[in-house]
């Protein structure tokens, strides 16, 4: 089809979009015959008809010397691949403004996108064929090749049906299905073309009169359509694409986006309220406080604009720890309860209330607040009926109260509300709070059915590989970290808890003894947080047990230590962190957290041990003396469970190596004493004390177990090193100052659960 060529234009389909009733009405009125009544319009009439006022005379010049062109006057389809080439194409505005080159500019067309389709094709039985079609079918089977409106293999099927001659009725059907159009043939004669082949200046009245009528038709609606259909969807699409550039964190870019939608379309709150929130969830807080105000200018009292502003309040507070900001959110509740009467809008109020308060319990430290939360939550069920979501935040309450029966009778309770629910908001915790309490059955089958309904539900994925971890299932653990929820934190950097996730995974190569990766895991935290607790804790460990650099585990212990409210400072940590300081010498820090965790774990041995030796450091050894004595029975308290102690196992060395420091510095606690009264019971409790310390330690010595534990509590005396208690009692039988020759064991225990 060398002069069938086709066009290259295929944006262009406002035809595509029409729908079946819309070609009947255009085609009622624009084919039947008595609405159209051009039989005896001449040329002159057509030149006085001027349906456009507003065009100029040299416009009205210009189009009429399209249509007069002399050698344009006698053109039909059986010239198509005869005319000479012109740079005048003639474009006739119908069904909605598309254009079908004029036929005498087909040989300038582009090169066809189809190079092969008709290799094989007999054009002129084609050029018959369509001649043949009823005008409006010819008219969009023109249209469809010369503008290349279908595929390859569409095109190859509509040329091979017009080479067999099929009838109008099958060539339109084929268009119907190919264009999604919806044309009907009725068999009606004498129909205007809509493809103009004049014949005579009688018909090219007709063409101008037509062309005249859908011109001024296209331009209302060009118009109508530029008002209410381009500018909102244009609006809509900057709106848009600023919200992604808010997600992608280029916010200069969103307020440019923003400025556009609300030229073409102003005023729009939606658009105010999306925006305000997505800058809260990236805590761009100064850009959010500027769309909620753009927001209530516009409107003071628009409902879902002030619940923002509530949103605002809490996610600002739990940020910048603002007191302020959460009574100000209580407020706005107070003021948006007493003018709203509608029970939905009350329900949501109240809600979001409760949230508020949930938040500044859990991020203020004011446990009062889960009190007067559940309270508001009870009120909500009160009010409007027993429903998920005040039970639901009620469980979430108690989760965070640690009340693991109220929380199970709350999962319940839903469960026979609306039996399957789940939510990607409070069941993860749900789940993981199940799963700290050792419930793994409940853990597990809840985190299955969250990934199943939450694929993307990240604390579901990170809670889950926790679960795996626990059950030491360190391959799927690390599986679902790296290959679930790592590649979430790279689609969106956004999401929080990207250095929790490394953590985890440098806890698993811990556990796994590949140290080198732990640390580099742990590093991959603290790039992201470089305060994370978590992650400085674990990776003091590694320097505090692995490699003995007590210096940079230090450094770590501190920063978690600094780093973590009160409440939250793990007694681990603590025990650690005192134990540098007692090693660096710096004993008054080193009692201050001894001390503390002291009055939390009174029976613990270790404890009351490490204090003990602090006090005696500080010259306090009545205090001191106090400390070993209970500790010393918290020990023999267990005498009968311990059995005989023969040095056969690590347990008999952990105990009696414990014990040999234990008598020692007792020893060393009364021979202070004897220093300072002069007493001879203090002398005496100070050797029988001694003794008993040697005794253990020459076990310790001959058993060959943890000899550097051993060679730590010596003294080289005549080249030869003998035990801190046996060089004491030497001291004694010298009759020396005790107070500057007697000699304190500083072991303590790495583990501050040593003795069991």
């Known amino acids: 089809m060398d002069n069938l060529s086709l066009d290259d234009d295929e944006e262009e389909k406002p035809l595509e979009s029409k729908s079946e009733d819309d070609d009947k009405e255009e085609e009622s009125k624009d084919y039947a015959d008595d609405d159209l009544n051009l039989d005896n319009l001449s040329l002159d009439d057509a030149e006085e008809e001027k349906p456009l006022e507003s065009k100029s005379e040299d416009d009205d010049k210009e189009e009429e010397s399209k249509y007069h062109a002399d050698d344009n006057l006698d053109l039909d389809i059986d010239n198509l691949d005869k005319e000479e080439p012109s740079n005048n194409a003639v474009s006739n505005i119908v069904e909605g403004g598309t254009s079908l080159p004029a036929p005498e500019t087909a040989d300038n067309l ?59 009725e099958n060539i339109t059907e084929l268009l119907n299905k190919e264009l999604g159009l919806g044309i009907k043939e009725d068999g009606r004669k004498n129909v205007i073309d809509l493809i103009p082949i004049p014949n005579s200046l009688k018909d090219y009245g007709r063409i101008i009169r037509v062309a005249a009528v859908f011109l001024v038709l296209f331009v209302a609606l060009v118009i109508l359509s530029f008002q209410f259909i381009y500018k909102p969807v244009m609006a809509n699409k900057y709106y848009k694409q600023g919200l992604v550039s808010i997600s992608n964190g280029a916010y200069e870019e969103a307020e440019r986006n923003f400025a556009e939608g609300e030229r073409l379309k102003p005023k729009q709150i939606k658009w105010y309220n999306k925006y305000a929130r ?55 509740y107070e003021d948006m309860l007493a003018y709203t009467g509608k029970k939905k809008e009350k329900e949501t109020i109240y809600d979001e209330r409760g949230l508020l308060m949930i938040s500044r319990a859990r991020n203020m430290l004011e446990p009062q607040y889960y009190d007067i939360a559940y ?7 009160t009010f409007f009926g027993d429903g998920v979501v005040p ?45 700290d309490k050792d419930d793994f059955y409940g ?144 004993y008054d ?35 001191a003396n106090g400390f070993y004595r209970n500790a010393l029975s918290q020990v023999l308290a267990k005498r009968n469970s311990l059995g005989r102690l023969e040095m056969r196992t690590e347990r008999d060395f952990i ?73 004491n009692i030497m001291s004694m039988q010298a009759r020396r100052n005790l107070k500057e020759t007697t000699v304190i064991d500083d072991y303590i225990p790495k583990d501050m659960y040593y003795i069991r």
């Open 443 to 586: 853990s597990r089958v809840l985190f299955e059915k969250l990934l199943t309904a939450y694929p993307n539900n990240l604390e579901s994925i990170v809670g889950y590989a926790d679960y795996e971890t626990r059950l030491k299932h360190y391959d799927r653990a690390m599986e679902l970290l790296n290959t679930a929820a790592l590649p979430l934190y790279e689609s969106n950097p956004f999401n929080k808890g990207k250095e929790y996730v490394y953590n985890m995974l440098g806890q698993i190569y811990y556990n796994l003894g590949e140290y080198g990766n732990a640390v580099r895991n742990f590093n991959e935290a603290l790039a992201i947080n470089e305060v994370y607790p978590d992650a400085n804790y674990n990776l003091g460990n590694v320097y505090f047990y692995k490699d003995k650099d007590y210096a940079k585990a230090k450094q770590y212990y501190q920063m978690a230590y600094d780093n973590l409210a009160p409440n939250l400072r793990s007694d681990q940590l603590l025990y650690n962190l005192s134990w540098i300081y007692y090693a660096d010498g710096e």
């Open 110 to 168: 582009p090169a066809s996108k189809y190079d092969d389709v008709d290799k094989d094709i007999d054009k002129d039985k084609v050029l018959n064929t369509i001649k043949n079609l009823s005008p409006l079918t010819q008219y969009h089977v023109l249209d469809t090749i010369l503008n290349e409106k279908i595929d390859k293999d569409s095109m190859e099927t509509l040329l091979n049906a017009l080479e067999r001659g099929e009838s109008s």
């Open 391 to 435: 039970r639901k935040r009620a469980m979430l309450i108690k989760i965070y109260q640690d009340n693991y029966d109220h929380v199970k009778a709350l999962q319940d309770h839903i469960e026979l509300l609306k039996p399957g629910y789940i939510d990607d908001e409070v069941y993860p915790k749900l789940a993981q709070y199940l799963l």
């Open 278 to 332: 997505a800058y809260i969830e990236r805590e761009t807080f100064n850009n959010a406080f500027s769309k909620i105000q753009g927001a209530l200018n516009i409107k003071p009292r628009d409902f879902e604009t002030r619940i923002t502003f509530g949103y605002y309040y809490r996610k600002k507070g739990e940020k910048e720890l603002s007191e302020e900001d959460y009574v100000l959110g209580e407020q706005l």
């Open 589 to 623: 820090s080193a009692f201050e957290g001894f001390n503390a965790l002291f009055q939390k774990n009174p029976s613990n041995s270790v404890v009351s041990y490490a204090l003990g030796n602090s006090l005696l450091h500080l010259d306090r050894a009545n205090l």
């Open 375 to 381: 309270t508001n939550y009870i009120d909500m069920v």
């Open 655 to 727: 105990l009696i190596s414990y014990l040999a420091s234990l008598y020692n510095n007792i020893g060393v606690s009364y021979a202070y004493n004897a220093a300072v009264t002069n007493t001879v019971l203090n002398e005496q409790e100070a050797f029988k004390h001694f003794v008993l310390a040697s005794e253990y330690f020459d076990q310790i010595r001959t058993s060959n177990i943890d000899l550097e534990r051993a060679e730590k509590r010596t003294v080289l005396v005549d080249d030869q090193n003998i035990g801190a208690a046996t060089y």
